[in-house]
């Protein structure tokens, strides 16, 4: 009766809400992937087994493709414009299904009453944006919120003011505490400060990550502060977006490993994150020293040309240049005089030679023209040392990147492509073509190490009981398209994308909207 009529709703109930059929399943472990069914009901996975011989409302064919947990994003900006399009895309995009955010010392909440994790939770779950958000607490934000801008010690009640209210983000779920050293107000904390900020996490076993005091000429002692605070703490500690700063300390990569090692040999739980790329992107007047950009573009303009001070600012500006490795390592991109468009994509050495000029000063008459609105990528970073970061066994991918969409309000400006491109570039780049690692390896760096780091310990894993986030995609053709030209360019071989249950992304396409939740550490 009603042979081949499908009505399952009616006839005959579904055991299920979603299956997922054929793929090769990677369980999120480093361990190899193996041919799998598995069956969701509700937000939670309930079988993985070689055949689920029920039904379901709704069925994926992953036949040929590799199936795994959602990515998780360990360091992310991606909350940055979820107001304006809670989509969140350029994430959903790339496979991550959590993004942990309040990275660098900067978050959203700050654990004081009228500021507090818990609303901030219940605001984003309000919010349901695409993906999953989890979220550090800032050391930044709180220092701010007690202490202010000022560059000063804090005072003994400061300090307990501010512990209370790490302690308070913490009861409320937040995965860790994050500070941002090379931020203000962040970079005035004493080691002390951020000792006393750290210990609250040592008991829940959540991690201090930190982008570290410098991460160039000083990348030494900035990872031995780092060691000193989780030792001091007793937690454990994530060092963000590890990296050697400057073609001169890129030899600097085995002396931060041993010092990994030794750290860990004394027991202290240590790990790190990096993103895939060479390049930093900022503004070129950023190759000029802070005081000299202190109060605006015409007051920076003028004082580059003023006798008093143009010297000091030449010879800092030079030394800078010569720590990211020369003119020829500093590409204009956007630059906003229209009589200079044909500097865009040029390097500046060759840039410069060309018009038989001096490249400092070509500099300045690009900025003098454009008011100051030049875009650069900075160059500095090693590409063989970002392959042994990566391929290390504790070290994770992260994105570092914003959230935006290829429509709609947050396309804007000329955001670093790793927001739309980190984990699909993991895998097509370095684990496709250059096979530093292999498939099953590289997920792992992407779910369950991550997920146990942060302690979201139902996610990162395909196992029975775990919530079912789930990414299938094309390991023979998964790969970033977006570029520091072109960024808002989403990936490809990224097929399906679930996230709580929801299919979020169906053959590439948006399917639903509104699948992610606040996520409170356990
Ligand atoms: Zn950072």
């Known amino acids: 009766m009603f042979a081949g009529v499908a009505f399952p709703s009616i006839w005959e109930r579904a055991d299920y809400d979603l299956i997922v059929r054929g793929g090769t399943v990677f369980d999120g472990t480093g361990a190899e992937g193996a041919v799998r069914d598995l069956a969701i009901a509700g937000d939670r996975i309930v079988a993985v087994a070689p055949r689920i011989d029920a039904r379901a409302r709704e069925e994926v064919d992953a036949r040929g ?29 790339q496979g991550v299904t959590t993004m942990v955010v309040g990275a660098d010392g900067s978050s959203r909440a700050t654990g004081a009453p009228d500021k507090s994790f818990a609303s901030m939770f219940d605001a984003i779950d309000r919010l349901k944006p695409g993906p999953n958000v989890a979220s550090m607490i800032g050391f930044g934000e709180v220092r701010e919120a007690v202490i202010g801008d000022m560059d000063r010690v804090a005072a003994a009640d400061e300090i307990k003011r501010m512990v209370a209210m790490v302690d308070a983000a913490l009861n409320d779920g937040a995965c860790g505490g994050s500070s941002g050293l090379e931020y203000t107000p962040g970079a005035f904390a004493s080691r002390d400060e951020l000792i006393a900020l750290a210990r609250p996490l040592a008991g829940r076993r959540l991690p201090y990550a930190t982008h ?53 040999a004394a027991r202290t739980d240590i790990a790190f994150d990096r993103y895939p790329y060479v390049a930093y992107a900022t503004g070129l007047t950023n190759l000029f020293p802070v005081w000299s950009r202190d109060g605006g573009v015409d007051r920076f303009l003028a004082r580059v040309s003023d006798s008093a001070t143009a010297g000091r600012i030449r010879q800092e ?97 000329s955001p670093h492509p790793r927001g739309a491109g980190s984990f699909p570039r993991v895998l097509g780049r370095y684990v496709r073509e250059r096979k530093i690692m292999t498939l099953a390896q590289a997920i792992r760096k992407m779910t369950s190490l991550p997920a146990s780091r942060v302690r979201l310990l139902d996610r990162g894993r395909i196992a029975t009981g775990m919530a079912a986030d789930i990414v299938v995609f094309d390991p023979s053709t998964v790969a970033d398209r977006a570029t520091f030209d072109a960024p808002f360019q989403y990936p490809v071989g990224i097929n399906v994308v679930i996230v709580n249950g929801v299919v979020a992304l169906h053959d590439g396409q948006r399917a639903a909207v509104g699948s992610g939740r606040a996520l409170r550490a356990r």
């Open 65 to 93: 493709l590799a199936v795994a947990p959602g990515f998780i994003d360990i360091h992310s900006h991606g909350d940055g414009n979820m107001e304006s399009d809670p989509r969140v895309e350029s994430v959903i995009r």
């Open 212 to 264: 570290m005091r410098n991460e160039d000429d000083r990348l030494i002692e900035a990872i031995e502060e780092s060691i000193a605070v989780a030792r001091g703490a007793g937690c454990p500690l994530q060092i963000s977006h590890l990296k050697t700063q400057g073609p001169r300390n890129w030899s600097k990569l085995d002396k931060v490993f041993l010092l990994v090692d030794s750290a860990r």
């Open 317 to 413: 500006t030079l030394a800078k240049v010569e720590l990211i490795g020369g003119w020829d390592n500093v590409q204009l991109s956007g630059v906003k005089a229209t009589e200079d468009r044909d500097a865009e994509g040029k390097r500046l050495g060759a840039y410069a030679a060309a018009r038989g000029q001096d490249p400092y000063e070509a500099t300045i008459g690009l900025l003098t023209r454009s008011k100051g609105d030049v875009g650069m990528l900075g160059y500095a970073m090693s590409e063989e040392n970002l392959e042994k970061i990566l391929s290390h066994p504790l070290g994770m991918v992260c994105s570092d990147g914003g959230g935006f969409a290829v429509d709609g309000p947050t396309r804007r400006g």
